[in-house]
Every structure is written in C-alpha cells, then in structure tokens.
C-alpha cells in the first residue's frame, strides 16, 4: 500500500524567509502524481503545486518549488520569499496513475514570524 | 471559490442518530470524492463516484454509504453516529476525462460534531 510521510508536525520561519517541507512516501508504482495542498485556517483545501512521476524536472509556481527525488522517494517543497499568508497546514498527497484516491500525508503546520 | 458547494457548513448531532451531507460538484465535473479529516485518522480518501456509478472505494465505514444523483450532486448518509464520527467532510469534484489528469477541486467541507 502507498504512504506518506511528513517527519515535521510543525516548523517556523521568519517572513521573507525560504522553508523547505520534507515529504516521502512509499509506493511501488511508476506511474503516479505527487502534490502539495495548503490548508489555511478557513480549512479550505488548495492545491499549491503537482508533480508528475515521469517528468525529470521539478515543478515550480510563483514562490513554490519542489525537489522530487524519484529514485529516494522524497517530495520537498521550498517556499521561497514567505509570506504572513503562507501561514497554513500544508499536506504532502499521493495519487496513482491508475485512478484518482488521493493519499495524504499527516501534514506540516507552518508559522510565520513577522 | 473553487465552484464545489457543500452543505450544511456545520452540523451538530447526537450519538445514534443519522445524517446526510449534500455536495454540489462544479459546472460540468462528473466525479465526485467524498474525504473524511478527523484528528485521528487525518485526511482519508472514503468514497468516490462517476456519472451516478461508484468508482472506488477508501476506508469507508459499513455506516456511511453515499450516492450520486442524475443531476451528479452527491449525498454522504453518516448512520449510528459515534463520537469518533466527529470531523470535517469534504467533497471534490473533477471532470474525469479517461488518460488526463484530473485535477479535485474541494469544497469548504462539512463540520460534523457529534455529541
């Protein structure tokens, strides 16, 4: 069965500064997706960014990369520039390539100090 | 907004008794994910449903069961309702177009307290 795993329950980071979240997870497959979602205290679910296994290159939006390491099943996202609205949980999530479960991580709380 | 209506916002409800969840997928999306996000378990996938037919199944208890109509809006029917039971239900929809990815779009999410 895949899992995922989020070591950090809980991290800070000075505004204007950059964060890395770790992410890894376990799976078998080839053909699979990975993502980032944020939940901010509206609970709303955001997807921040998407990854697909096949593609080599990291995927990157705005202020929000990651470093997908396939071969060591590792998924970090780097918030760079962080802002007071980064301030939320943030999920690191799994889904085959074969239908559409989303498998979530236990996720990070992210503070950001002003 | 990501156009995926659910409702109520909050329901509050007493152990035993049975409730239903609506969620109204976005314009044109034909696929309906039903998740569970409680502090013990954390977010799980329960229930999915494709043009009124269930596709897939997560750790879905033998009490709910859920459905999806012809007009594609979805109910979650939650039965003998347990404290354990108390959690934030959230519904995404997705077009589910065979071969492409298909991105979820969540709804706010129902809270369901029970006392």
């Known amino acids: 069965a895949q899992t995922v795993t989020q070591s950090q329950p809980e991290m800070s980071v000075q505004e204007a500064e950059t964060v890395t979240l770790s992410c890894t997870y376990d799976?078998?497959?080839?053909?699979?997706?990975l993502f980032w979602y944020k939940q901010p205290p509206s609970r709303q679910m955001i997807l921040v960014i998407r990854q697909e296994a096949y593609k080599q290159q990291n995927a990157t939006e705005n202020r929000f990369s990651v470093n997908f390491q396939k071969a060591a099943k590792s998924f970090s996202l780097k918030i760079s520039d962080s802002q007071l609205g980064d301030a939320a949980m943030y999920f690191c999530?799994?889904?085959?390539?074969?239908?559409?479960?989303?498998?979530f991580g236990k996720g990070t709380r992210l503070h950001i100090l002003p | 907004d990501s156009g995926v209506t659910q409702t109520p916002k909050h329901l509050i409800t007493a152990t035993g008794q049975r409730v239903t969840l609506r969620c109204s997928p976005r314009?044109?999306?034909?696929?309906v994910y039903w998740y569970q996000q409680s502090l013990d378990q954390g977010l799980q996938f329960l229930i999915q449903?494709?043009?009124?037919?269930?596709?897939a199944k997560g750790n879905i208890l033998e009490r709910f069961s859920a459905q999806q109509f012809p007009d594609l809006h979805s109910e979650l029917n939650l039965s003998s309702l347990e404290l354990g039971d108390s959690a934030l239900y959230f519904c995404?929809?997705?077009?589910?177009?065979?071969?492409?990815?298909?991105?979820?779009?969540f709804g706010p999410g129902t809270r369901l307290t029970v006392l």
């Open positions: 995404a929809s997705s077009v589910k177009t065979t071969g492409h990815y298909n991105e979820q779009f």
């Open positions: 799976t078998s497959e080839s053909d699979y997706y």
């Open positions: 314009s044109g999306d034909l696929s």
């Open positions: 999530a799994y889904r085959t390539g074969r239908d559409d479960k989303i498998i």
């Open positions: 449903y494709y043009n009124g037919e269930e596709r």
